[in-house]
């Protein structure tokens, strides 16, 4: 196989190649040299593959070399510190930001640990002159473009840059870290941090884990927990150069200390990472616990604090940490809040006095964690948690328990004695206890006949409304079938015929089929369009917009329109009363209004039947009528008339949707007016409707 692209990192190993979208890596023949960075090569291998830490990535073995020319390089690809440790581009040309931790020189190469608010990762810069090396790093923010590769998959070496002139600084650090300004607990929570490259806080030490996580509290109170980061390996003396960071040094409880680091988290737990710490004096004040409870815990008022609270004890628990470890656990509770308590010792059962349900009360750390949620309580000795003896809680209720049962039996006693007095009344009562009892019974019996009748009576309803709806969707399903099949039909046909026999047919014969190919799409859109403007009416989408309108000019127009849309040359005579010119109307209602009903009464007129429209003013309203012969709408579907999809039973095959109506009424109401018709099966119907006038 042969590629071409320019070489973008190059080393004794071999080299990386970027033909403008990706890079991969090429693996020299051994008798071959490292081409220089920004050479345009051709390269003739074969491919395979390279298997760092068990991760599998390809590359190239090459045979022979051949510079071309020498190219500028590719644009990198920009990546955040966490993709760039965990190797999300492995072998690609990548740009990434940070904040500079650490860093060391040595046989011209510049290793830079660079950190961020979520990941860290080192890169390696080759070809760094010793006098290129600067100490004043710490803390600036830097900008690298290199590969995104690394020997063992290590964020310890997770990029290569092929030359120092591929890393500019775009913030300035300092050689000395701790001149950086310092900040309080308040401050470092809220955002001003946030674009800080270190920060600095002050405090006296309250704990030091094995893990290197200090915790501390300031001089005004608050608490924050620090991340002690372990530096770059240094060079021996003479052999290199290095920054001026140390190893941790190690802080007892007391210490008055300043550390210097990346802010980490916000809210209830503030805390840093990558962190530099400096002991201003040794055992300088004593931590003090705070007094607080387990719901303070909860609300994260006392995260990081050594506190001292107590609580009902729930549970003890025992597990072995391995060698001659044992983790003691102590579940307390307090207003339903329950909270763990553990100490880390070599005592296999250091409680084992303890008992359900005692009041313990415990002395500890709160630790907090990046989720912001206070966990547990850390014991540091045996003695940080006391039995206090039975709980409050527990002793009220054994209180209440043995009360309640003396008091039991002392009701018990004179129930007794009471019975004994009553006995010699008790056939009287008993016949008047029947009585009341019937009388009771009776009164349920009617009260529950009534809710029974009540519930019936919903059902009915609720039955009768899912007929409607089931009713609905069948006139809604028939309507569909009906509308949309027919005139696709006719399309179907007339397609079919046009493709299979277009060179038999004469021009008249094909026209017609357009024509009736036309006429099916003119249908359906128009069927469509009536369900668009009836959603737009139904939503509250359609407005109103009256405008002065001459309407006897307007309505001889829509019926004009109105009758070349249905092809047919069907008399209609119209009528004119009052001064209507001009009348202030919304033109596109009214048009809907005046071409559904002038539709309906030609299509259900008999041929040549008469339809009269006449329109009249009488002072602020306008009345109008659309009258026909036709055949009329039966009296059980007039009380349903302007329901969606609801066509009269006496319709036969008369095309329609049962929408039309109901767009004239909602057309209507947007006008503030009213509709009314009148009808006789067999001797024709009138609709009229009545608008109000827009003042003038």
Request: overall charge negative; charged content about 25%.
């Amino acid at each position: 196989m042969k590629l071409q692209g320019t070489v973008i990192y190059a080393d004794a190993d071999g080299f990386s190649l970027h033909d403008g979208h990706f890079a991969i890596h090429v693996s020299l023949p051994p008798d071959v040299a490292s081409p220089p960075v920004g050479a345009l090569l051709e390269v003739d291998g074969t491919t395979g593959s390279n298997r760092p830490a068990g991760h599998l990535y390809p590359l190239v073995l090459a045979r022979s070399l051949r510079q071309v020319n020498l190219s500028p390089p590719p644009a990198p690809l920009p990546c955040s510190l966490r993709d760039l440790s965990s190797f999300l581009h492995w072998d690609q040309f990548v740009v990434v930001e940070g904040f500079v931790i650490d860093h060391s020189w040595s046989e011209g190469v510049h290793r830079i640990l660079l950190a961020a608010h979520d990941d860290w990762a080192v890169i390696q810069v080759q070809g760094t002159a010793e006098d290129r090396f600067r100490p004043d790093l710490l803390g600036a923010r830097i900008r690298a473009r290199g590969i995104n590769q690394g020997p063992d998959h290590s964020p310890m070496l997770a990029m290569k840059v092929a030359a120092p002139e591929h890393w500019q600084v775009l913030v300035p650090g300092r050689e000395d870290p701790f001149t950086f300004p310092e900040l309080s607990v308040a401050q470092i929570a809220s955002s001003e941090a946030s674009s800080l490259p270190f920060v600095k806080v002050h405090g006296f030490v309250l704990h030091s884990s094995p893990q290197n996580h200090v915790f501390a509290r300031e001089r005004g109170g608050d608490a924050f927990r620090i991340a002690i980061f372990n530096p770059l390996e240094k060079p021996a003396p003479g052999a290199g150069l290095a920054s001026p960071v140390l190893p941790f040094p190690g802080v007892s409880p007391g210490d008055e200390i300043e550390a210097i680091g990346v802010a980490a988290d916000t809210g209830k737990d503030v805390g840093l990472r990558f962190c530099q710490v400096r002991i201003v004096a040794t055992k300088a004040t004593h931590p003090v616990a705070v007094p607080t409870t387990i719901p303070m815990v909860y609300e994260g008022r006392v995260t990081n604090q050594i506190v001292t609270l107590s609580g009902r004890l729930v549970e003890r628990q025992q597990i072995g940490l391995g060698g001659n470890q044992f983790r003691s656990v102590l579940v307390l509770e307090e207003n339903s809040r329950l909270l763990r308590c553990q100490l880390d010792s070599d005592d296999p059962d250091p409680y084992e006095g303890f008992r359900k349900n005692d009041l313990i009360e415990a002395t500890g750390l709160i630790p907090g964690n990046p989720s912001n949620q206070p966990l547990y309580l850390l014991l540091k000795n045996k003695e940080d948690a006391v039995s206090r003896g039975l709980s409050p809680a527990a002793l009220f209720r054994r209180v209440w328990l043995w009360g309640g049962l003396v008091v039991a039996g002392l009701v018990l006693l004179l129930l007794w004695v009471q019975s004994l007095r009553r006995s010699l009344a008790r056939a009287e009562r008993a016949e008047n206890a029947e009585r009341v009892l019937n009388a009771t019974l009776e009164d349920r019996v009617h009260a529950r006949t009534l809710e029974l009748e009540s519930a019936r009576t919903d059902l009915d309803r609720a039955l009768d409304q899912e007929r409607e709806l089931g009713a609905l969707k069948d006139r809604f399903v028939a309507m569909v079938s009906h509308e949309f099949r027919t005139p696709l039909g006719v399309t179907m046909s007339a397609l079919e015929l046009l493709r299979h026999h277009r060179a038999r047919l004469d021009q008249e014969k094909q026209g017609e089929l357009l024509d009736d190919i036309f006429s099916a799409t003119l249908r359906m859109s128009g069927l469509m369009e009536q369900i668009l403007l009836l959603g737009r009416a139904e939503s509250g989408k359609m407005k109103r917009n009256p405008s002065p309108l001459d309407l006897p000019v307007l309505v001889r127009r829509v019926i004009s329109e109105t009758l070349a849309s249905v092809g047919t040359d069907h008399p209609v005579d119209s009528d004119f009363e009052g001064d209507l010119n001009p009348v202030s109307l919304d033109e596109n209602l009214f048009r809907l209004m005046l071409g559904n009903l002038v539709s309906n009464a030609v299509k259900y007129s008999p041929e040549g039947g008469p339809v009269h429209v006449s329109v009249s003013r009488e002072e602020d309203r306008i009345e109008l009528k659309i009258s026909d012969q036709g055949i009329g709408i039966p009296e059980a579907d007039q009380p349903r008339l302007f329901e969606a999809f609801h066509r009269a039973t006496n319709v036969g095959e008369i095309s329609g949707t049962g929408l039309g109506l109901l767009l004239v009424k909602r057309c209507v109401e947007m006008h503030g007016g009213s509709i009314t018709f009148t009808s006789r099966p067999g001797n024709g119907t009138t609709f009229r409707i009545v608008l109000p006038l827009e003042a003038e």
